[in-house]
C-alpha cells in the first residue's frame, strides 16, 4: 500500500491544532477598526487648521485663475495679501479651520456679490473684521479703480456661481 493515508492523517494532526489556536477573528476587525478611528481623528484635526484652509483656498483659486491666463494680476496679490491676513490674525487668536472658513463667507455669497466692486467691498469686510485696517483702507481704494468689464473678475465671479 501507499504512504499517502498516513501522510494525511499526520497533515491533519498538525493543521488542527494551529487552527484552533487561531482564536477569534473579532480582536483584529476590533483593531482594525479602532485603526480606521484614530486615522480619521488625526485626518480631522490635521485638515481643520487655518494654515490648511488657506492653502486650498489660494490652490482652488489659483487653478482657476490659471486658466484665465491671469495669475499675476493685481487682484490676485489682493487676494493673497488677504488671505496672508487671515492666516495671521487666526494663528494669533488661535482660531481653527471652522473660524477661518466663516471668516472667508462673504467671498462666497452670491447674494451679495453682483460685481467686481462687490467682491472688494467683501474683501473690505474681512479686512474690518480681522482687524486690520490698513488693508481696509487699500482695498477700498482699489475697489473704486476696479474695471466692471475684467476678464479676471469676471472668472472670479463665474468661480463663485454669480
Same mark, same amino acid.
Given at each position: 500500500?501507499?504512504?499517502?493515508?498516513?501522510?494525511?492523517?499526520?497533515?491533519?494532526?498538525?493543521?488542527?491544532?494551529?487552527?484552533?489556536?487561531?482564536?477569534?477573528?473579532?480582536?483584529?476587525?476590533?483593531?482594525?477598526?479602532?485603526?480606521? =478611528?484614530?486615522?480619521?481623528?488625526?485626518?480631522?484635526?490635521?485638515?481643520? %487648521?487655518?494654515?490648511?484652509?488657506?492653502?486650498?483656498?489660494?490652490?482652488?483659486?489659483?487653478?482657476?485663475?490659471?486658466?484665465?491666463?491671469?495669475?499675476?494680476s493685481e487682484f490676485v496679490q489682493d487676494l493673497d495679501k488677504l488671505l496672508?491676513?487671515?492666516?495671521?490674525?487666526?494663528?494669533?487668536?488661535?482660531?481653527?479651520?471652522?473660524?477661518?472658513?466663516?471668516?472667508?463667507?462673504?467671498?462666497?455669497? %452670491?447674494?451679495? =456679490?453682483?460685481?467686481?466692486?462687490?467682491?472688494?467691498?467683501?474683501?473690505?469686510?474681512?479686512?474690518?473684521?480681522?482687524?486690520?485696517?490698513?488693508?481696509?483702507?487699500?482695498?477700498?481704494g482699489r475697489a473704486k479703480h476696479v474695471k466692471a468689464s475684467s476678464s479676471l473678475m469676471?472668472?472670479?465671479?463665474?468661480?463663485?456661481?454669480?
Amino acid at each position: 500500500m501507499s504512504d499517502v493515508p498516513a501522510t494525511v492523517t499526520q497533515a491533519a494532526e498538525v493543521v488542527q491544532p494551529v487552527a484552533e489556536s487561531s482564536g477569534s477573528i473579532w480582536g483584529y476587525v476590533a483593531g482594525g477598526a479602532l485603526l480606521l =478611528i484614530l486615522a480619521g481623528f488625526y485626518g480631522y484635526k490635521k485638515m481643520n %487648521t487655518p494654515g490648511f484652509i488657506i492653502k486650498q483656498v489660494r490652490k482652488r483659486n489659483m487653478k482657476e485663475l490659471q486658466k484665465q491666463g491671469v495669475e499675476n494680476s493685481e487682484f490676485v496679490q489682493d487676494l493673497d495679501k488677504l488671505l496672508d491676513s487671515v492666516l495671521a490674525y487666526a494663528n494669533d487668536n488661535k482660531k481653527k479651520g471652522t473660524d477661518v472658513v466663516k471668516l472667508l463667507s462673504p467671498l462666497n455669497d %452670491t447674494a451679495r =456679490i453682483k460685481t467686481p466692486r462687490d467682491m472688494y467691498q467683501s474683501m473690505i469686510y474681512i479686512a474690518n473684521e480681522i482687524r486690520d485696517p490698513a488693508l481696509a483702507r487699500e482695498f477700498k481704494g482699489r475697489a473704486k479703480h476696479v474695471k466692471a468689464s475684467s476678464s479676471l473678475m469676471n472668472g472670479l465671479l463665474k468661480r463663485a456661481g454669480i
